[in-house]
């Protein structure tokens, strides 16, 4: 079964493929911001300061990217399906637009302390890569082919 997953797709698009889904399991960690967080501000005339604490925000990735339901389907369908990843419009434009949306879905950025943050963006990085993958292999492909 893994064999007829992986027969026909390209490198990028399997790169591409385990960026969607470590991004999606990140949606899974909790995030968290419990009051003990902070920054010391300065009045006008420099002489008080004042914590300043936000209040206390529990939840998963999914409560604070809404847009992540969205953008995981339309790129599930879009790099699984083999007509679509291999539409001329796909490949010229899909893998970088793949990347913004895994970026979007990431975004915006939890607080220091979510587990799932590191996850995400780690998630945006193999993105990248994947996009800049199918670029130099299509640049290659194209200089084959005038070489």
Not at 23 to 45: E, H, V, W
Request: avoid cysteine; glycine fraction near 10%.
């Amino acid at each position: 079964m893994l064999k007829e997953f992986l027969n026909g797709k390209s490198l990028p698009q399997l790169v591409m493929i385990a960026a969607l889904v470590l991004s999606f399991a990140s949606q899974f960690f909790n995030y968290f911001d419990d009051g003990t967080t902070g920054f010391l501000s300065f009045g006008p005339d420099f002489g008080d300061t004042t914590g300043i604490y936000t209040f206390g925000l529990y939840g998963t990735g999914w409560a604070f990217h809404p847009q992540a339901y969205v953008i995981y389907v339309v790129l599930a369908f879009a790099l699984l399906r083999e007509d679509i990843a291999q539409h001329p419009l796909f490949t010229r434009f899909g893998y970088w637009v793949s990347f913004l949306l895994i970026g979007w879905a990431a975004s915006p950025g939890a607080p220091l302390r979510a587990e799932g943050a590191a996850a995400g963006w780690i998630a945006v990085l193999i993105a990248l890569a994947a996009a800049l993958l199918h670029q130099f292999g299509k640049k290659a492909a194209t200089d084959r082919q005038e070489g």
